[in-house]
């Protein structure tokens, strides 16, 4: 089972989870030996969050969750640290998202401040190793 944030945080078979994904491609990742005692309170924190909306706004917030912010919460909620590093969206190249961004945010309000964990920064995290492919 997989547990997402595309829409209302849900669990899902692994296998409907890769047919929807981009190609059906799969990236894996394993934490290191000192860190696999913290998965079940990852995980209990993670279904803490099943039903919730998904946050198009990208913000640490818990009202609603995006995709790699519901590892990140799981993980600063078992270790008190996050998971990766995050950036801020003006350090990220949105301008070729710029129309969508403000269709979500208001014409004009480019939360370039704001932080967020992206799936790329949360991947780069010391304690995962990249297992497949």
């Not at 008190?80 to 949105?94: E, R, Y």
């Not at 969508?100 to 480019?110: D, F, K, M, P, S």
């Amino acid at each position: 089972m997989v547990i997402e944030a595309i829409g209302p945080v849900q669990e899902i078979p692994l296998a409907r989870w890769i047919d929807r994904g981009r190609g059906k491609k799969v990236w894996a990742y394993r934490l290191g030996e000192a860190h696999r005692k913290h998965v079940p309170k990852v995980l209990a924190t993670m279904r803490r969050d099943l039903g919730k909306p998904y946050d198009p706004h990208y913000r640490f917030d818990d009202q609603a969750i995006y995709c790699s912010e519901l590892l990140w919460r799981g993980w600063r909620a078992a270790t008190g640290t996050g998971l990766g590093n995050p950036v801020k969206l003006g350090d990220l190249n949105w301008q070729p998202s710029r129309k969508v961004i403000e269709a979500i945010e208001g014409r004009g309000n480019l939360p370039l401040d704001r932080e967020m964990i992206t799936p790329r920064d949360l991947a780069a995290a010391k304690e995962l190793t990249q297992v497949f492919p």
